[in-house]
């Protein structure tokens, strides 16, 4: 019995372990969000056409986007920069480290801009609402810093 014991707290520190430490190819996850596939169940697609307008140039935007994202816990940039246009994230959440794969581009309308944003997770299925979570709260926060 308490070899078993043994046998799965070891597979699931493994399992915590390989969460943690997978490597992340940027090339793999920094993409278009405006080209990017419907995630399903396991993230949420923001187009443009469904943000609101921004009264802010893009590179503004996004840079107060980033701001916002910098101050979320467990939160670190992967790739990309405001001058590059487009910004991803990975988010992890508390206990297993899953990551949720964040890119945020915004796109200019006008004297504004509006977002597109593209969160998905890395391992699994579905995400229970954590990505619409996130979003919904980085979105509350962003009209925070842009009034």
């Known amino acids: 019995m308490k070899t078993i014991l043994a046998l799965v707290v070891l597979l699931l520190a493994a399992a915590m372990a390989y969460v943690r430490l997978a490597p992340t190819d940027p090339d793999a996850w920094h993409v278009d969000p ?77 004297e504004g801009a509006r977002l597109a944003v593209y969160s998905r997770l890395r391992f699994g299925r579905g995400d229970m609402g954590v990505n619409r979570k996130r979003l919904d709260r980085w979105l509350h926060r962003l009209d925070a810093v842009v009034e």
């Open 34 to 110: 405006l080209k990017a596939p419907d995630p399903g169940e396991g993230g949420v697609l923001l187009r443009p056409d469904d943000s609101k307008l921004y009264p802010l140039p893009p590179a503004s935007l996004l840079a107060a986007v980033d701001q916002v994202a910098r101050e979320e816990p467990r939160t670190t940039r992967l790739a990309g920069s405001v001058e590059d246009g487009r910004i991803t994230y990975v988010a992890r959440s508390l206990v297993w480290g899953f990551p949720d794969y964040i890119t945020v581009a915004a796109v200019p309308e006008g």
